[in-house]
């Protein structure tokens, strides 16, 4: 039993969010949509990572780990902004060798927003 624990956790470790923050534009100063600061765990519903995905981070290990013009063009938190739009990268030309085109991040590809409002409501996410 200790060992399946030990092999989880080591598991969770390994599959941290900042192994992946690099991947995507502005991964690191995506803004928290709850409070002021940044969203540390980009793919997850919880803002310092680790748990349940939200719809960004389905999205991007459906799509493989890898940002491009498919996942850029998503809106995969369903508020009416593309992923990349969210992530300043609304022409979806940024890649890990190409970083130079970006804006800053101006909000959550994983995180309806404004949370809490109307066209929000069929989102399960509550800050
Ligand atoms: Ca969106």
């Keep these: 039993m200790l060992k399946v624990l030990a092999l989880t956790l080591l598991v969770s470790a390994v599959l941290a969010y900042p192994t992946y923050k690099p991947l995507i534009p502005n991964g690191f100063s995506v803004p928290n949509p709850c409070q002021q600061g940044i969203w540390q765990g980009v793919g997850h519903l919880a803002h310092l ?12 290990r ?6 491009d013009r498919t996942l850029c063009m998503m809106d995969s938190d369903n508020d009416g902004r593309t992923n990349g739009e969210e992530l300043g990268d609304a ?3 940024w890649s890990e060798t190409n970083p130079a085109r970006l804006t800053a991040a ?15 409501a069929g989102s ?4």
């Design 49 to 60: 990572g680790a748990g349940p995905l939200n719809p960004f981070g389905e999205a991007f």
């Design 124 to 127: 399960n996410f509550r800050c």
């Design 91 to 93: 022409a979806c030309r």
């Design 62 to 67: 459906n799509n493989g780990f890898k940002w």
């Design 106 to 120: 101006s909000g959550h590809p994983g995180i309806c927003e404004p949370v809490g409002s109307a066209k929000c």
